[in-house]
């Protein structure tokens, strides 16, 4: 599965942008996610959604900022992110896995895919 994401960009304090991933093929037995890496840092978990999209979890920092949502249909994947804050700078990448629960979907090593990750900087 290749998956390429856009939608990144600059953003002021308090803005929002919503990142998109696209699938090269049918992701709907993946669960899917998000997460970013900051320079300097580990690449951190952001938020993830079950295959049937019926579940959901996010880091702390961005519950009520942040809704992820897919169309398995058009095999997409979205991260809406709202009130965005410098603290959320960081490149992006989507990916697709199938981790064991949903708690161990919060975890870099349970996704085999991976995309190349869009740039999201948040100006103070």
């Known amino acids: 599965v290749q998956l390429v994401e856009s939608g990144g960009g600059l953003v002021q304090s308090g803005g929002s942008l919503r990142l998109s991933c696209a699938a090269s093929?049918?992701?709907?037995?993946?669960?899917m996610g998000w997460f970013r890496q900051a320079p300097g840092k580990e690449r951190e978990f952001v938020a993830t959604?079950?295959?049937?999209?019926?579940?959901?979890d996010y880091e702390d920092s961005v519950k009520g900022r942040f809704t992820i949502s897919r169309d398995n249909v058009k095999n997409t994947l979205d991260l809406q992110m709202n009130n965005l804050k410098p603290e959320d700078t960081a490149v992006y990448y989507c990916?697709?896995?199938?981790?064991?629960?949903?708690?161990?979907?919060?975890?870099?090593?349970?996704?085999?895919?991976w995309g190349r990750g869009t740039q999201v900087t948040v100006s103070s």
């Open positions: 990916a697709a896995g199938t981790p064991p629960s949903l708690l161990r979907a919060q975890y870099v090593e349970n996704y085999n895919y």
């Open positions: 093929r049918r992701t709907f037995t993946y669960t």
């Open positions: 959604i079950t295959s049937s999209g019926g579940s959901t």
